[in-house]
């Protein structure tokens, strides 16, 4: 190969080595925002788990409210 030919093969290296840096370094900031994101989708689960929760609580107290109401109805109802 001519000197010329060396010349332009080492260029177009040195240029597909910059691109493939380029790449890694985008690839590295996607990765980090990747990890972001899933964090608060961690975050966002936990809270939504957490509500949930305190959903079903008061549903239970609510549920128990209701049986000792109706449990006070029908003692006085017999009391009567």
Excluded: N
Aim: with cysteine.
């Amino acid at each position: 190969a001519s000197g010329k030919e060396q010349r332009e093969c080492v260029r177009q290296l040195e240029s597909a080595q910059a691109q493939a840096a380029e790449y890694g370094a985008e690839l590295s900031e996607k990765r980090a925002e990747l990890a972001t994101l899933q964090s608060s989708l961690d975050t966002l689960a936990s809270d939504v788990a957490a509500a949930e929760e305190r959903v079903r609580a008061k549903l239970r107290a609510m549920d128990s409210e209701q049986a000792e109401d109706a449990s006070r109805e029908e003692g006085t109802a017999l009391k009567e």
